[in-house]
């Protein structure tokens, strides 16, 4: 986590700058995000846990300038210890032919909820396993970018992001040498529509790894929506075909929304990943070449929800599935319940009685 004293600085000097934002005529917003939950979990035939947990988002948002946006926000993660964060702070500035971009800030290159192969700046092909959440992919990173514009559906974007910095090591020893230029990163990708299909390609080089990251991410409409994308990691000093044919990853995905007079919808999709060069034959490692994810989400329109969703991992047969029901009972206040259930043998990917294999969850959430 960030060094506690850094993060109090860095709200107050970017609390100096929003509110007298304010003053001048600018809007700015405050950012509260909480959720309280307690989990009931099996760890195994015998044992019983018990966990509350709460996490948090605490920020500013300015919006008053129809060209300029900024955000600060920390998030926290609270249990019998705290893990806090820097979860955004960033502005973004719109100038007649370019948008600019600088800071800690959201950037979602490619396709797909769950699985998206085109997340290559980040390389989480693989959505978080928080599935309470809405947002299962909700990334970012220090950077700075330059988005031109060229016409409704084409644009270019360039980005640039600085090597990492630990921050604790530094205030331990200010003396220290400076992190290498080599360890940066940049890329670029277009996208542009043809033939009523939005095609993406692009390219990182991510000096952390060495390793060259281009893509390819399409998507469309047949009735439901579809997309698909695939990436390969060409490292920098040895781009030995047989080697990058093992980083190939190909996501796709299929999405439907039905949506009723009553004023309720009822969401559809699937997703999957492939790895080639994963295995495709049960084993111990796990690392299987083929992973779906289901999820089924009825909102009523009246303010409850329930949810299915789910990862499948066909070579084994085993399954995570997670039902779900929220409930919004006031404006911005909602209860939580969520069950989690491993289904498969031990030796699979998720099966009882692995370790966890299922679990109660019980919360409440609050935003403003």
Not at 2 to 20: D, H, K, R, Y
Not at 357 to 364: P, Y
């Amino acid at each position: 986590s960030e060094p506690p004293a850094l993060i109090l600085v860095c709200f107050l000097f970017m609390t100096g700058l929003f509110f007298p934002a304010a003053h001048a005529g600018a809007e700015t917003v405050p950012v509260i995000d909480l959720r309280l939950a307690s989990a009931i979990t099996l760890l195994n035939e015998t044992d019983v846990s018990l966990a509350a947990v709460g996490t948090g988002i605490l920020g500013f948002s300015a919006r008053g300038n129809k060209n300029v946006k900024a955000e600060f926000s920390l998030e926290a993660v609270a249990g019998d210890t705290a893990f806090i964060n820097v979860r955004r702070a960033y502005v973004k500035a719109r100038f007649p032919f370019l948008r600019l971009t600088a800071g800690k800030a959201p950037m979602s290159w490619g396709d797909g909820t769950a699985y998206n192969a085109g997340d290559v700046m980040f390389r989480d092909y693989e959505a978080s396993s928080d599935f309470m959440s809405e947002t299962l992919r909700d990334n970012a990173m220090w950077l700075a970018s330059a988005y031109i514009p060229f016409g409704p559906f084409s644009f270019f974007e360039a980005v640039f992001f600085p090597p990492p910095l630990n921050l604790s090591e530094l205030f331990a020893n200010p003396a220290a040498p400076p992190v290498s230029l080599s360890k940066a990163g940049a890329g670029g990708r277009f996208y542009f529509k043809a033939g009523g299909i939005k095609i993406e390609p692009g390219y990182v080089y991510d000096g952390r790894g060495m390793v060259h990251l281009p893509y390819l991410s399409l998507q469309g409409n047949l009735g439901a929506d579809w997309n698909i994308s695939a990436s390969v990691a060409v490292p920098y000093r040895d781009a030995n075909p047989d080697n990058v044919y093992e980083t190939l990853d190909i996501s796709w995905g299929l999405f439907y929304l039905l949506s009723f007079r009553s004023g309720g919808s009822l969401s559809m999709r699937l997703e999957g990943i492939i790895r080639p060069s994963a295995a495709w034959t049960e084993d111990e490692s796990g690392d299987y070449g083929l992973l779906l994810y289901p999820e089924l989400i009825w909102a009523s329109g009246s303010g409850v929800s329930l949810m299915l969703r789910s990862v499948i991992s066909p070579v084994d047969l085993s399954a995570l599935i997670m039902p779900g029901v929220t409930w919004n009972v006031f404006q911005g206040f909602s209860l939580l319940g969520f069950v989690s259930i491993q289904a498969g043998e031990e030796k699979d990917l998720y099966g009882y009685p692995k370790a966890g294999w299922l679990t109660f969850t019980a919360g409440i959430q609050y935003r403003y």
